[in-house]
């Protein structure tokens, strides 16, 4: 393990906790038209190239941070691409 590993938990920690009241207001309210689907996507594909990263030069830190952050985005994901399907029938209907 490098010496700079503890500030890789230290980032990833942060990094994680960003995430987390997202995810809590979307799981509670539904609501997802402020965010970006675009922004959600490259947020997933960023972290599965950070994984691989972290994997590849086997830093735990980057890959299990990357690995948290995708579990906490992806329910995201799901919820607006519902909601974008519902507006999109909505739309279709009227």
């Not at 230290?10 to 609501?31: D, E, N, R, S, W």
């Not at 994997?55 to 941070?65: A, D, F, K």
Request: proline letters at 4%; a positive charge; glycine letters at 4%.
């Amino acid at each position: 393990m490098s010496h700079f590993e503890p500030y890789g938990v230290v980032a990833g920690i942060l990094t994680v906790g960003i995430y987390i009241p997202q995810l809590i207001k979307t799981l509670k309210t539904k609501q997802t038209r402020d965010l970006s689907m675009l922004m959600l996507v490259l947020i997933v594909l960023c972290n599965i190239a950070w994984v691989f990263n972290g994997i590849e030069i086997n830093s735990p830190s980057r890959y299990l941070s990357a690995i948290f952050v995708l579990v906490l985005t992806i329910p995201i994901l799901y919820i607006k691409f519902k909601n974008m399907q519902k507006e999109s029938k909505i739309k279709q209907a009227a």
